[in-house]
């Protein structure tokens, strides 16, 4: 966890449950509501902004779905914790969100300390979730469901140019300063690209773009 606490993301087109969300996040300082949407649409945007640790996403909604949506999202942000909030209990939409990239999936009706009990544990990646349904889970996900590596550079502009500064041998304060953005959204970003590359640190960052041609020039380090 950050020194801030998590960041979160709502995302429902009721204004009900966005305010039950809040009231019950509101009881746990761990938990910053960070911005609100109403769509998937809206979701990808809002996360782009904001870089969210945590998004609560409902499954239907106008334009984009939450299902949808929480696809869209991991592709694009692999880092950041999707849970489906929903007042479904059909154990199909549990199969289709997890498949998707969801995290987890909480149920409208639960009580709040239910609700935070497990999205402290989603937040501090444990896996609150039986043994009877991990073991369904896995006899339900095919083997054979890897997405294909693309030799193309998977990152977003905003990574490119991020991976940028740090080849220049930036900090995270710098690129902060450079990019007018704060350093957890900087740090959120080189988690996502660290992510997205398979790579452990900085230095094998800087030397991944010089050889691959994204940069200039070769880092000095």
């Known amino acids: 966890m950050n020194a801030a606490g998590f960041r979160v993301l709502v995302v429902d087109d009721s204004r009900q449950a966005r305010e039950g969300i809040r009231t019950i996040l509101g009881g ?37 779905d939450g299902l949808e949506a929480t696809k869209r999202l991991k592709e694009k942000y692999p880092y950041v914790k999707i849970v489906i909030v929903t007042v479904s209990d059909d154990i199909a939409h549990l199969f289709d969100a997890l498949k998707k990239g969801a ?11 239910a609700w935070l009990e497990y999205l402290r544990a989603i937040a501090v ?36 140019e991020i991976l940028g500064l740090v080849a220049r041998g930036l900090s995270n304060r710098d690129i902060s300063s450079e990019l007018t953005i704060s350093e957890h959204t900087v740090k959120n970003h080189l988690k996502n690209i660290l992510h997205k590359l398979h790579l452990e640190n900085r230095v094998q960052l800087a030397r991944y773009a010089y050889e691959l041609g994204w940069m200039g020039s070769r880092p000095d380090r």
Do not use: C
């Open 28 to 64: 746990d300082p761990q938990f910053q509501i960070v911005a609100e949407g109403t769509n998937g649409e809206e979701a990808l945007a809002l996360t782009e902004q904001w870089m969210p640790d945590l998004i609560l996403m409902d499954i239907h909604m106008p334009d984009m």
């Open 125 to 160: 990646d444990e896996v609150p979730m039986t043994r009877e349904l991990a073991f369904r889970i896995l006899k339900e996900f095919s083997p054979a469901a890897e997405r294909p590596k693309s030799p193309e550079n998977p990152l977003t502009a905003r990574e490119t």
């Open 103 to 113: 995290q987890g999936y909480l149920l409208k009706n639960l009580n709040p300390r």
